[in-house]
């Protein structure tokens, strides 16, 4: 969590009377209705909350707020006021009524707007903390729930030093117990509800599986991950997993544990997401691995299990390494090794013939993993199509494998019907194996082989969306001759360019597909980008403009009309 930027709003006291009070009123609400005053929020911390109903990441925070301001503010000394960004007092009254403490009134606009001129609020959810004496504790409250929850309580700048120094003590002391057990729970849970002391994992190798029951990629990496845990304890292995549940629904937790041998913290138990932020988790399913001696040894073996199964256990340096020499020993991937199997060794054509995978050996292939039922497919395939058409009409030694991930054999004839290139036969069992060894996570996905069968690249869907035909052989160095004449034409544009469709100045920017806010049509490769707000145009666009501004600094800039922008987890005034 980044440092607040001290500000003019830090270095002062407010009189929490004065900035939350009017003329007219002299109280806040409830969402009930009932009227309380200011003067009771005296001597109390006082948590000022901008937020609104229409705010996406605001939405997701609320909760998150109301589960700590509970537990806090039976103290007595803690208090939340709601300053609403909401368009209408319907969506006010109906977002307010999910929310445990106060509230400006919504018919109090000018109150609400003085209090985002004072806090110089820029990007919603908004939360600044301030002390009894009114003295902003910080501005980055959202942050700080978020990564501390209750334990970051009284939210000042002592108590947070003292966290972020506790967790870097316990990084470097870090055993078994200190990762899993808390004050109040020195123990994991069974599927059949069974409490289990995490000091008899202890001595063990341990997995912990941080895993969304609903998530498509957990749901087929866990029978896998099945397999490989039965295997190892028919082998005797000292060996345990703890699932690491990030599901907010109890049922959904339930079924997960219920179809799994292994073992669990309970559902929402606050270690879940104090383990995400500890392990710094950026991607589901991950599997940290903690040795024998309470130490991490892996912060996420995932792909090896995929890759290797039991081979990889027990998951060490030195275990690693010598999977890398076996497969440096291995035979070089062809395209015979990915696409045949057994005594499946053919694609098939339009016509339903089949097409023998040697028949292919020596041309470039994309293995397109696609489905009729997915929007973004169905947006890609003219670009994919149009490219093909292109290559082809060179003479290239190229071609395309449809991959299927359709429901049913009438969506996959109804959408390869559409496609001019080979496909593998609906319902092949080679689908499962190549999805797992390109580690198909989503689609459209576009795995380049080169003309040897090794694999150029798994992102030529990007490539094709941006170059088109121009990717072609989708190899590192013709991707850098295609940069480099990026760069050739970009030459002699200014870096900076001002524009009458936009108050700010728009920046020169390499982009991949954007759609250009001047003229609607979609962009590729540079674009002129406000940095302040999500406003970009075509090079044509803003140069063009640029060209007749240019010498005319003087004149007062056009605004734009005020609005918002969501991006991430924080909504921005545009």
């Not at 806040?28 to 309380?36: A, K």
């Not at 062809?334 to 023998?356: A, H, M, P, W, Y």
């Not at 696609?370 to 947006?379: D, F, V």
Request: hydrophobic share 35%.
């Amino acid at each position: 969590m980044a440092d607040p930027e001290t500000t003019d709003t830090q270095t002062v006291s407010h009189d929490v009377h004065t900035i939350l009070s009017s003329s007219e009123r002299d109280f806040l609400i409830r969402n009930d209705g009932e009227q309380v005053k200011i003067e009771s929020l005296k001597g109390k911390k006082v948590g000022l909350y901008f937020s609104a109903s229409w705010c996406g990441p605001c939405k997701k925070f609320t909760p998150v707020l109301v589960e700590v301001y509970n537990e806090i503010s039976s103290k007595g000394d803690f208090e939340v006021v709601f300053v609403s960004a909401d368009e209408d007092d319907e969506a006010f009254k109906g977002y307010f009524s999910k929310m445990p403490w106060l509230a400006i009134p919504f018919s109090d606009s000018e109150t609400r707007d003085s209090l985002d001129e004072l806090f110089k609020v820029r990007g919603i959810p908004y939360l600044v903390i301030l002390d009894e004496n009114g003295k902003v504790l910080t501005d980055s409250g959202t942050e700080i729930i978020r990564e501390y929850g209750v334990e970051g309580y009284p939210f000042t700048e002592e108590k947070i030093k003292e966290m972020k120094e506790e967790e870097e003590r316990a990084k470097r002391e870090q055993s078994l117990k200190s990762i899993l057990v808390t004050k109040s729970r020195d123990y994991v849970v069974s599927s059949d509800g069974n409490k289990i002391p995490v000091s008899e994992l202890e001595g063990k190798t341990v997995g912990l599986y941080f895993s969304l029951h609903p998530y498509k990629a957990c749901a087929e990496f866990t029978p896998q991950l099945i397999k490989v845990y039965e295997k190892l304890k028919e082998k005797g292995e000292n060996f345990e997993i703890v699932l690491i549940s990030l599901d907010d629904s109890e049922e959904s937790f339930k079924e997960s544990l219920g179809s799994v041998p292994w073992l669990a913290l309970p559902f929402k138990d606050k270690s879940c997401e104090k383990l995400s932020r500890y392990f710094e988790l950026s991607t589901l399913p991950t599997l940290v691995i903690i040795g024998p001696d309470g130490k991490t040894l892996n912060s996420n073996v995932s792909e090896a299990v995929e890759e290797h199964g039991v081979e990889a256990f027990p998951f060490t340096p030195e275990k690693f390494a010598e999977l890398t020499e076996i497969e440096k020993a291995k035979e070089a991937q062809t395209l015979e090794s990915v696409l045949v199997s057994e005594d499946r060794d053919f694609v098939i054509g339009k016509d339903g013939s089949k097409i023998t995978v040697s028949d292919l050996v020596g041309k470039t292939i994309l293995l397109y993993f696609s489905a009729h039922w997915c929007p973004p497919c169905r947006a890609f395939l003219p670009k994919l199509t149009e490219a093909y058409h292109k290559i082809k009409a060179k003479n290239e030694p190229f071609e395309v494998i449809f991959i299927s991930s359709d429901r049913d054999q009438a969506s996959f004839d109804e959408f390869f019907s559409g496609m001019p290139w080979l496909a593998l036969p609906f319902g092949d069992p080679r689908k499962a194996s190549l999805s797992r060894k390109f580690k198909v996570y989503g689609i459209p996905m576009l795995v380049a082989l080169g003309p040897t069968g090794r694999t150029v690249t798994k992102e030529a869907r990007d490539m094709i969306s941006v170059h088109g035909a121009d990717a072609y052989p989708f190899t590192e160095e013709h991707l850098k001759n295609i940069e480099a004449k990026y760069e050739e034409m970009a030459k002699g544009w200014p870096e900076k360019v001002k524009h009458a469709l936009h108050e700010h100045e728009l920046v020169r920017t390499r982009c991949t597909i954007y759609t250009c806010d001047g003229c609607d049509e979609e962009g590729h490769i540079w674009s002129f980008d406000c940095e302040e707000c999500d406003f970009c145009l075509h090079p044509k666009c803003a140069l063009e403009e640029d060209k007749e501004t240019k010498g005319d600094d003087a004149k007062e800039e056009k605004s734009t009309k005020e609005g918002w922008i969501c991006d991430g987890g924080v909504c921005h005034k545009a």
